[in-house]
């Protein structure tokens, strides 16, 4: 054991209940609810760290906790965010989202996996990485944001506000990443954009009596309707013009896939469904997987949702929905064929609300210095070799962050195959997270050279 | 100012207090919620009247209360419910569901039009009645069930088990009218049936962040192209055969609608709303509103449906939905529709879940004495001639209550225009509450002819 271990060792207990304490304090930013709380603990945590630290406002916007420390060579931006997911539906938890309960070397938490873990646990290489070696041998530049859970609303901003700060970072190492369900670490080089939308249908001025439905409008109808003619029961989306926009992925693009052992059968076991959509499998699977667009409901809600029956007739109802998109699908496009598409069908009475800026795709190139840190550090740390994924299937403000700005990107992280990102009991295992804490090491020394 | 009119004005304040106690009571069906406590009031109040009243209990459902009262050649069953819809949504009350508020002359409370202002209107006629005449001049024998917003669950069973009892009654004064946009008192001589069911759709053992929605199956839109097959957007059924099944009305049945004054302009200002479905007018629209069967999404559920964007794969979707029926359409029938309907489009995945047995259609002859007498009373007391209503658009267990016994029934109440039964600020006017007394009164005397 060399000096670095043994001091993440001596300093086990502490880094956990640190990590418990992040995960504490709530910070839903869709609720606005704990964000400048956690703000304040992520930046007394970097001082503590010894970095040039400060929250850095944005107008109408979470702060960015922003922080330097170390200098050298080469500058590697540190992206993570301590805003969380909403934590409901609360019945589901085994333990309160906030409780950071341990259990069976597992922390449950929301926002644990997604991404206080990640957060924390790059502190803690850096804390380890100087005590024992006294010094960094490059610069890092942390930026954690507190929108990222509802789009990164304000992020843009910071960047047009800020570039001087950040532009020079020749890699960023990216919030998310997880090991697959044969342990395998799985690092990713890009993102999906994405764009979030409410459909809203208005009927009668108030809710009726059910008897009415014979003849006055029922908005939870007309929703379904125009909810139908967006995407058929193949999951093949019908907005008009969407799909002819997508270009098709590259022989590289489909070639990067054929390295990706995605174990089906126990995706599946897992999930409790017997087959994937369209019962697709192999290539075709991962080319749906992560070249492909998604149209999802997130939400869906009208009329009487409690215990028995209500006989009434509803005067609201509404869909969350969200868009994953990939290269020349933008969030301005797509907004803009889905309002054409339904007003070209008459749905002139449901009104389209953007909840948030939509975000643009990225990849970074899989040859590029950060990138080959990243697979060179996990083969050295991790048991099972690193699968590398061109494009996680969710999305980030990596294009607004790093692309626009010509840095390349990748994610890695200690999250696990069942981790539940975004949903009820979501956990990191510990023992990821202490290995975890072992890859930034390595990344660090790599990305340095 | 006859004895009658003395007495009701001498105590004016004390019946607008009971009735405001008996909104305050909460009994909600549907959640089970106070609805012992609200029998326990009603029996109280029956055996203050003088009736031989008592509890008549019924395994697995709320109670009846039954009474009966005076004596003669005829026999009235007078038929009202003491349970009322769930509240929801709260924050659209101006004043508590259970304040039973008075502004402007009118009462405010969950119940008060359906149907605690006519169960208290009638008890309070029967009142003035003996204390002005000394004796009732027929027989009445109230029958005051506990689940008709749930579907009269357990009525047949009761009326299996008391047959005796109300079989012998001559006509029944049911439990639901109003007074119309122009203040002409509606008359009703039947009901629609009703079947209310659920559709659940299920996905994975989990919600899922909404990334893995490329490949993942999503319910909410299982059940959105579920619903979809349901209903055109020209509101036509579509379950097949179902509309098969449906009599066209009978020539009869035309004729009573044109004797209609619905005030489509009116109905449509006041409701918001620029036209009605297929922008009907007229006798269509009547034809569409009483003798047509509905399908109704009376609640939508699925994944988040809070402030601001969760993108998360929900796990779990379901709807709502009650159709009202018309003659020769069973509740067992369009349940046995639907469910082939589905499995046809291989939606063995959603499940029909049966929230409540259904009720079936019922209509009374408009020659009967019941409704003579109701016209008649009506004619007598109200500034406008009264509309007589073939049907309601709503439903009720007239049925099995009364037309499968050969009782004829027919429906008069204190509603107004703008009750908003089954929706936030329900309300009855309190002077059409104290002309309700008088017309019961004038039922009583010339029903027992």
Redesign the interface.
């Known amino acids: 054991m060399d000096s670095f271990q043994t001091y993440v060792n001596a300093n086990k207990d502490r880094f956990i209940a640190e990590l418990q304490d992040a995960c504490r304090q709530p910070s839903v ?3 606005n609810w704990g964000m400048r709380e956690m703000a304040d603990k992520v930046l007394a945590r970097l001082q503590k760290l010894g970095a040039n630290a400060r929250l850095i406002p944005i107008a109408g916007g979470a702060p960015v906790v922003y922080g330097e420390i170390g200098s050298g060579k080469r500058t590697l931006m540190i992206y993570d965010h301590y805003d969380v ?2 934590p ?2 609360l019945e ?1 938890w085994e333990s309160g989202p906030w409780d950071a309960a341990i259990r069976d070397g597992k922390l449950f938490a929301r926002g644990v996996a ?1 991404n206080k873990g990640n957060l924390m646990c790059r502190i803690h290489a850096v804390e380890a990485y100087l005590a024992a070696f006294g010094a960094l041998p490059l610069k890092i530049k942390f930026v954690f944001e507190g929108e990222e ?3 990164s609303t304000h992020l843009p901003q910071f960047v047009a506000e800020n570039r001087a700060l950040i532009a020079d970072a020749d890699g960023c190492l990216w919030e998310a990443g997880y090991k697959d369900v044969n342990e395998r670490p799985v690092i990713s080089c890009g993102v ?1 954009g ?1 764009i ?1 939308v409410e459909l809203h249908a208005c ?16 908005p ?2 007309r ?3 125009a ?2 003619t967006l ?3 193949d ?1 093949n989306i019908l907005i008009d013009d969407l799909m002819r926009h997508v270009r098709a992925p590259t022989e590289a693009e489909i070639d990067a896939l054929k390295t990706i052992p995605y174990d089906e059968e126990k995706t599946k076991a897992d ?3 017997k087959s ?2 369209r019962n ?1 499998t192999g290539i075709e ?1 991962l080319k ?3 070249y ?1 667009p ?1 149209c ?19 005067n609201h ?2 869909a ?1 929905i ?1 868009f ?1 998109l990939v290269p020349n699908l933008s969030p301005d496009l797509v907004l803009d064929l889905l309002k054409k598409h339904l007003a070209r069908r008459g749905f002139h009475d449901i009104e389209v609300v953007l ?2 800026n939509g975000e643009e795709v990225a990849r970074s190139p899989l040859d590029s210095a950060i990138v080959r840190a990243a697979i060179d550090a996990a083969t050295r740390v991790y048991t099972q070799p690193p699968i590398v994924y061109p494009t ?4 980030g403000p990596m294009y607004s962050l790093c692309q626009a700005l010509g840095i390349p990107a990748v994610g890695a992280g200690v999250g696990w195959h069942d981790s ?6 979501e956990s990191i295992r510990l023992a990821d997270y202490f290995e975890g804490i072992e890859f930034i090491r390595e990344l660090i020394e790599r990305f340095a050279r």
């Open positions: 930013a869709a609720q997911q909403p409901e539906p589901l997604d859970e509802i789009g999906k994405i979030y009927g009668a001025t108030r809710d009726l009596h059910s008897a009415s439905a014979a003849i006055i409008v029922n939870a109808w929703l379904v309707w909810l139908a995407k058929d029961a999951d999930l409790g469904i994937f959509i697709l699977l749906k997987y992560l492909e998604t999802t409901i997130c939400g869906l809600y009208s009329g009487y949702i409690g215990e028995g029956s209500k006989t009434v007739l509803p109802a509404f969350k969200d994953r909840t948030e996680m299937a969710g999305s539940r990102s975004h949903a009820p009991n």
